[in-house]
Nanobody, 122 residues
Framework: QVQLVESGGGLVQAGGSLRLSCAASGSTFVIGAMSWYRQAPGKQRELVARIDSSGSADYAASVKGRFTISRDNAKNSVYLQMNSLKPEDTAVYYC????????????????WGQGTQVTVSS
């Protein structure tokens, strides 16, 4: 089983910055793409950013130019640098990864962190 632990959330003023971190455990698994999702009250969960094992990244239009996703494969960690934060960015942010057991690499699964709260005040 892969376990994801997020950190770095908190309260910040509009225009400020936060850096989210997520570490994946599970040395017997091959870690593939890693992503950040977010969900605000009354809204559906949305993809914020995704990065594959080679470092190729994609972003939601609403955060492009403000957020940067990166990863450290040696640490099985993914990060989200959030700049120029807006009140609309307020949500619970979730780390996600696709992983496969080394013994059965053709079988892939999605794993989720517990979420970290980001609140942006005006």
């Amino acid at each position: 089983q892969v376990q994801l632990v997020e950190s770095g959330g908190g309260l910040v003023q509009a225009g400020g910055s936060l850096r989210l971190s997520c570490a994946a455990s599970g040395s017997t698994f091959v870690i593939g793409a890693m992503s950040w999702y977010r969900q605000a009250p009354g809204k559906q969960r949305e993809l914020v950013a995704r990065i594959d094992s080679s470092g190729s990244a994609d972003y939601a239009a609403s955060v492009k130019g403000r957020f940067t996703i990166s990863r450290d494969n040696a640490k099985n960690s993914v990060y989200l640098q959030m700049n120029s934060l807006k009140p609309e960015d307020t949500a619970v942010y979730y780390c996600n990864t696709i992983a496969a057991p080394r013994t059965t690499p053709f079988s892939t699964y999605d794993y989720w962190g517990q979420g970290t709260q980001v609140t942006v005040s005006s």
